[in-house]
């Protein structure tokens, strides 16, 4: 009997299991989306070192990702949500979905910072104050989402806590909903807006644009002891507001340190408005937010970028991270551009409710090192005079206020309980300070990025990061990488699959699918020379 039919029997057995995709190939996709699917552990590890072995290629995993499906939203409107924050305590926050959410569409996301955040109290009823918003009608319309984190004293928008807060709910908004990465803005009134600005020269790699609305840039420096940098707002699109008798933040106060910071290269669409602390002065400025918003999405792969940082866990903007900060004397060209402040502020030191009815102004916190706290304000006090002066709501505290000095005298008349008691002392004296803290040294550095070339001028610059995206540079080619004139590295990239899963697991951001990172040590290369 001839071999053949034997022989052709077994050619096609190999050419069918050469056409069937192999058990491991398979199994990567199912590996993924359990580990897209699952909350950072070593389940979700596991799952990343399979697809890891089974070594698909790069390309086919970016196209799984970015093909992800996301489904129907089982509700709309405000829907209450919580995080555990890296503090340990659960704090609330509300997601808006508007009725013509379509799942099949990358969508906007707004995240909107509320004031009073350095208040001890968390908002009692989320859902509702999100309601009361008025950006809401502006999210429903366009069909975007809304993202409304809950802050207080210990997690504000400027601190470690808070901020990672933020992050942490972008990142859950993005594993359930399609979030247009390019399309993601931060903006808020007051505390709010002081927390946009902090954002833009801390944190803005999931931004496109901020609205920074009657806050003041410095906030996170002086409450936050945060060391901020006005170049590292050019990055960015800002739109700024003040209004000209604002309690806080007057016109007059605020416009000098916006002027400086757009001289230093800031990208801020700046307006005054008359009126007070009061969101209504400028509401009427609400569809021109919406435009700026809209006009502006995100450069995901920007040519050139600015930044500085004094520590390292600031240090990323974009696709370029400093890693390291050095000691050495800055460059001549690394201006610290900052601006002396003068404090005259008429603040007794004191947190007020807002929804009190009753007669006067209740006191429902003394801030510690306060005049408040010096003359013997506590908390449950009712103020219901100001020297002479009837103090029947809020608005006559300011006008008793507007007759004060920095450094004069003040009096206070409070109902305590069944008594009235008569407190008297002096305000602090105007002081001078610094509008962002220096008590660090920074790296900064001024990236290009032409062809598969990276130029750097850097200041104090120890080591660096580059991520690479394969939008950004031809694969197959070197990538040069230039640090003040010496090539620092010049050699091809290999895509490291483990890692670019890992990093979008990170950081959820479909956009941005980086393949690589390059790690440049610059330290040996000083002391060498300093031989």
């Known amino acids: 009997m001839r071999p053949y039919p034997l022989l052709i029997l077994l050619a096609v057995s190999v050419f069918a299991a050469a056409l069937a995709p192999p058990a491991a ?28 072995r089974a070594a698909p290629g790069w390309k086919d995993v970016r196209l799984h990702i970015e093909a992800m499906e996301f489904p129907e939203p089982e509700e709309t409107r405000a829907i209450l949500d919580s995080n555990t924050c890296i503090d340990g305590v659960t704090r609330p926050w509300v997601l808006y979905v508007s009725g013509n959410y379509d799942p099949s569409r990358p969508t906007p996301l707004l995240v909107r910072i509320h004031g009073g955040v350095g208040t001890p109290d968390i908002e009692g009823d989320p859902v509702e104050y999100v309601l009361e918003d008025p950006f809401i009608a502006g999210l429903e319309e366009r069909g975007w989402l809304g993202a409304y984190p809950m802050g207080q004293a210990g997690a504000t928008w400027w601190d470690d806590v808070g901020m990672a807060n933020i992050a942490s709910i972008v990142r859950a908004i993005k594993r359930t909903y399609n979030v247009d990465d390019d399309r993601v803005y ?62 806080l933040y007057p016109t007059a106060k605020m416009a000098p340190s916006i002027n400086m910071s757009i001289k230093a290269g800031a990208d801020i669409l700046f307006k005054s408005f008359p009126g007070e602390h009061e969101f209504e002065d400028i509401a009427s400025d609400l569809g021109f937010m919406w435009e700026f918003l809209e006009r502006h999405p995100r450069d995901p792969l920007p ?31 690394h201006e610290d551009h900052n601006l002396a402040m003068l404090d005259d502020r008429i603040t007794f030191g004191f947190m007020s409710d807002y929804d009190y009815e009753g007669e006067g102004v209740y006191v429902t916190r003394v801030l510690e090192g306060t005049a408040a706290e010096a003359v013997g304000l506590l908390a449950d006090d009712i103020i219901v005079l100001g020297e002479d002066m009837r103090i029947g709501n809020l608005d006559d505290l300011y006008a008793y206020k507007e007759k004060l000095h920095r450094g004069g005298p003040f009096g206070l008349t409070v109902r305590r309980g069944e008594e009235h008691v008569i407190l008297r002392g002096s305000l602090p004296e105007p002081e001078n300070y610094l509008l962002f803290k220096r008590e660090k040294p920074s790296a900064r550095a001024d990236v290009v990025l032409s062809g598969n070339h990276i130029w750097l001028r850097a200041s104090r610059l120890g080591s660096l990061r580059v991520l690479v995206h394969p939008d950004m540079v031809n694969l197959d080619e070197n990538i040069i990488i230039t640090v003040n004139r010496k ?23 479909r956009r941005l699918l980086y393949v690589a990172a390059i790690d440049v040590s610059l330290d040996k290369d000083k002391k060498e020379a300093a031989k």
């Not at 070593?42 to 399979?50: E, L």
């Not at 930044?307 to 900060?325: L, V, Y």
């Not at 899963?501 to 950081?507: A, D, G, S, T, Y």
Request: glycine share 10%.
């Open 25 to 52: 190939l398979a199994d990567w996709r199912a590996d993924l989306d359990r580990a897209l699917a699952m909350e950072p552990g070593p389940d979700r590890d596991a799952h990343v070192k399979n697809i890891a």
């Open 186 to 247: 931060m903006g808020g009134f007051s505390d709010g807006g002081s927390g946009s600005f902090a954002h833009a020269m801390l944190e803005p790699g999931d931004y496109a644009a901020f609205l920074c609305l009657n806050g003041d840039m410095g906030v996170g420096s002086q409450d936050g002891g945060k060391h901020l940098y006005a170049p590292n707002m050019m990055n960015t699109p800002i739109y700024a507001t003040t209004t000209h008798d604002d309690g």
């Open 303 to 333: 040519p050139r970028i600015v930044w500085e940082a004094a520590e390292a866990k600031h240090g990323q903007c974009r696709w370029f991270s400093i890693e390291k900060i050095t000691t050495e004397h800055p460059a001549r060209w």
């Open 487 to 509: 090539v620092v590295h010049d050699a091809r990239v290999e895509p490291d699959l483990e890692f670019m899963i890992e990093n979008f697991l990170k950081m959820r951001d």
